[in-house]
């Protein structure tokens, strides 16, 4: 079921508990910005649930990822209401140095914009999202999780820092904060960076001619521009970096890192078996992501 509603509604619309797909609509700087909800079957109104977030990758939207990221059933079978917000659409962008014309993109700290081309900002839009969700149904304010892939990763990396007072953790799927660069997040929280092995645009940018080895020191000892990345987490995140290995090789691999500030803000690095450039719903790839990440994620909270 499809509803749009203004951000004008009623406190009783507001709370509206119709279970299903909603696609709303929000003013943002002039901008009429969408987004979607599934509301879980189990959902009434008077109880409260978990936010999670999916932002989908360059020239996705929303309603794509709604339809095939696998968090709308995961929704349903954890009881979460899931959100899908859409990139802004932009005549030019600069990408791996060509230019692209109507692009869904998110501001993620790499984006370029081709000349006399305004950039929206996507840290206001999606934390406007986050405040309208709440105003609209009865959220824990104290359990929002955002997750992305590709671009959508960049910008779910950047929320971790400039989001990172309304999140309890974020997932970062092929795509991350740039390497090497240090920032100051609004607080430190569990992020998890996901790559898959098999990623051709991860691997033409390493220079990898086959898929990457599931062994850490293998890995940053041949790509040391993997470990330029981990750099920006450590730094910026406070961690100690020195990590522990855990996983099963034959799917999976990931390293875990320290939070000085506790454990429950620590970082973790993995590195999926045969995953290509595409977000693992249990049908491109065996692994389904959202429930493997909300696992990873549930028990965070602000």
Known sequence: MK????SSDTKKEQRNSTPGKHRFAIQVDGDNREY???IHQTYEGSS????VLMLHGSGGN??????ISGWVQQGEDANIITVF?????YDCVEDD???KHNAEKWTGYDLELCDNVIRRDDVKFLGKVIEAVASRYNTETERVYMVGFSNGGEMAARCAIELSDKLSAVVACAGSIPPDTTFTPLRRLPVLLQIGAADAKLMAKLGATSPLSLNFPKVLATYPQVQSILN???DSFGLNPNYTATGDPGKYIVAKYSNNSGPRNDFGFAIVKDLE???????NHPMHGAKVHWEWMKDFDL
């Not at 509803?3 to 203004?6: P, S």
């Not at 409260?48 to 936010?51: A, G, I």
């Not at 450039?277 to 049908?283: I, K, L």
């Open 3 to 6: 509803t749009q509603v203004k």
């Open 48 to 51: 409260r649930f978990p936010v």
């Open 277 to 283: 450039h595409e977000y693992p719903n249990g049908r």
């Open 85 to 89: 917000p859409s990139a802004w659409k």
């Open 62 to 67: 929303g309603e794509k990822f709604y339809k």
């Open 36 to 38: 979607y909800v599934h």
């Open 97 to 99: 140095g060509m230019q």
């Open 232 to 234: 920006s987490y450590i």
